[in-house]
């Protein structure tokens, strides 16, 4: 059974610092891997999405690795910002016709 | 347009009471997800419809029930709730097809709250 997990559970930096955030899962055999962004009350917005066959996939100043083999994924935020603070979901897609499996999300908040 | 909404943005609700929460996407999208959000927490999948037929129940309780009229709507029919079921309610589309990203695109949600 496919589990995913996100390290860490909480995230406190100054800003203007680069930052990582990461995610694993358990079974490789994944059709894709999408970052969410959530605002507190609010929906999720997708970050960014990489396929399986994708290494990596950039926004601005957001960039997310995938290395399947070893089960892991990063969000990399450079400069970071205090409007970057809110909650950071990753989830995989096991195959097309499957259902979204998500991590337990790593709480930023970015200090001025 | 990558949005998909819903509404009311709030509610509140006795035990007693018949209500639904609305979902729209004009994205073309074929599938449609329900999703349960308590506090903390991550979205909990509860209904899929993909070409406007449900093809994933979650074990949901009844007083749960589920539409999709069109391709463009998805609805959830509340009746009898409890206070546990009180959460942010998301709705989710995304695309079908072979050759294509199945990106998710959510919508803002509704925070229900049952008394």
């Known amino acids: 059974k496919q589990e995913v997990t996100q390290i860490p559970a909480a995230l406190s930096v100054p800003e203007g610092e680069n930052l990582v955030l990461n995610c694993s899962f358990t079974?490789?055999?994944?059709?894709?891997l999408q970052w969410f962004r959530q605002d507190p009350g609010k929906g999720l917005t997708s970050l960014l999405l990489?396929?399986?066959?994708?290494r990596e996939q950039t926004s601005g100043r957001l960039n997310a690795s995938l290395d399947k083999s070893s089960g892991r994924s990063t969000l990399y935020i450079a400069a970071s910002q205090p409007g970057d603070s809110a909650t950071y979901l990753c989830?995989?897609?096991?195959?097309?016709?499957?259902?979204?499996?998500f991590g337990q999300g790593t709480e930023l908040s970015v200090k001025p | 347009d990558t949005e998909v909404t819903q509404t009311p943005k709030h509610l509140v609700m006795g035990m007693t009471n018949k209500k639904s929460l609305k979902c729209e996407q004009h994205?073309?999208?074929?599938?449609m997800y329900w999703y349960k959000q308590k506090a903390k927490k991550p979205p909990e999948l509860m209904f899929v419809?993909?070409?406007?037929?449900?093809?994933i129940n979650e074990s949901v309780p009844s007083r749960f029930s589920p539409e999709c009229p069109n391709s463009s709507l998805l609805n959830l029919h509340l009746h009898a709730l409890q206070p546990e079921d009180s959460a942010l309610y998301l709705c989710?589309?995304?695309?079908?097809?072979?050759?294509?990203?199945?990106?998710?695109?959510f919508g803002p949600g509704t925070r229900l709250t049952v008394l």
């Open positions: 989830a995989v897609l096991e195959n097309q016709g499957g259902k979204l499996i």
């Open positions: 989710a589309s995304k695309d079908l097809g072979t050759g294509i990203k199945h990106e998710q695109f």
């Open positions: 419809y993909s070409y406007e037929k449900l093809s």
């Open positions: 994205m073309g999208h074929r599938a």
């Open positions: 990489i396929q399986s066959s994708q």
């Open positions: 079974d490789s055999a994944i059709y894709n």
